[in-house]
T-cell receptor, first 115, second 114 residues
Framework: DAMVIQNPRYQVTQFGKPVTLSCSQT?????MYWYQQKSSQAPKLLFH???????NEADTPDNFQSRRPNTSFCFLDIRSPGLGDAAMYLCATSRGAGASSYEQYFGPGTRLTVT | AQSVTQLDSQVPVFEEAPVELRCNYS??????LFWYVQYPNQGLQLLLK??????LVKGINGFEAEFNKSQTSFHLRKPSVHISDTAEYFC????????????FGTGTRLQVFP
């Protein structure tokens, strides 16, 4: 089945130690998104890629970076994690503008713990 | 600015009872409307969507929603809930001129009791 895959599902890192979360998709979608979701809150968009074009949200901290080396993969890098960065990180994809559905397809998420 | 309001942060209900989760939006332009469900420690799954056409939309798991343009609402309903429907439900909109960005409501926690 076509899907969005996130690895690992659970990640523990130390305060200040860089960490990378990964996302891959078999849907061949143009757009890939990274969301941060804290407990009992709605997902908050960090940034998205439309093909290779990177779109950063204005309030996304510089501590968060992203890479999309090809259509299938997208990475979230947290350069110096703080305790406040502990959250669920969700990857999503969509076909992009001009498509008929606009639906976003979500991966299962990576729960990040910062110790 | 566009926004989505889910007035009820929690909705407790007994099994087999009907339920309605409320969603209102504000936008001066056309929108596309979605309901997503999130089970514990999982990603979001699309329940249903309204893009155009019939204002009554049927989704998965027996859920349906009705788009009401005059009231700017998109309430989610199910005539008889199951224990397995216990989850977080998010209403979301896409603005017609920025179709890459979902705007989420704050979510409603549906708790179904036996």
């Amino acid at each position: 089945d076509a899907m969005v895959i996130q690895n690992p599902r659970y990640q523990v890192t130390q305060f200040g130690k860089p960490v990378t979360l990964s996302c891959s998709q078999t849907l061949n979608h143009n757009v890939m998104y990274w969301y941060q979701q804290k407990s009992s809150q709605a997902p908050k968009l960090l940034f998205h890629y439309y093909d290779k074009d990177f779109n950063n949200e204005a309030d996304t901290p510089d501590n968060f970076q992203s890479r999309r080396p090809n259509t299938s993969f997208c990475f979230l890098d947290i350069r110096s994690p703080g305790l406040g960065d502990a959250a669920m990180y969700l990857c999503a994809t969509s076909r992009g503008a001009g498509a008929s559905s606009y639906e976003q397809y979500f991966g299962p998420g990576t729960r990040l713990t910062v110790t | 600015a566009q926004s989505v309001t889910q007035l009820d942060s929690q909705v407790p209900v007994f099994e087999e009872a009907p339920v309605e989760l409320r969603c209102n939006y504000s936008s001066s332009v056309s929108v596309y409307l979605f309901w997503y469900v999130q089970y514990p420690n999982q990603g979001l799954q699309l329940l249903l969507k309204y893009l155009s056409g019939s204002t009554l939309v049927k989704g998965i798991n027996g859920f349906e929603a009705e788009f009401n343009k005059s009231q700017t609402s998109f309430h989610l309903r199910k005539p008889s809930v199951h224990i397995s429907d216990t989850a977080e439900y998010f209403c979301a909109v896409i603005i017609s001129y920025n179709t890459d960005k979902l705007i989420f409501g704050t979510g409603t926690r549906l708790q179904v009791f036996p």
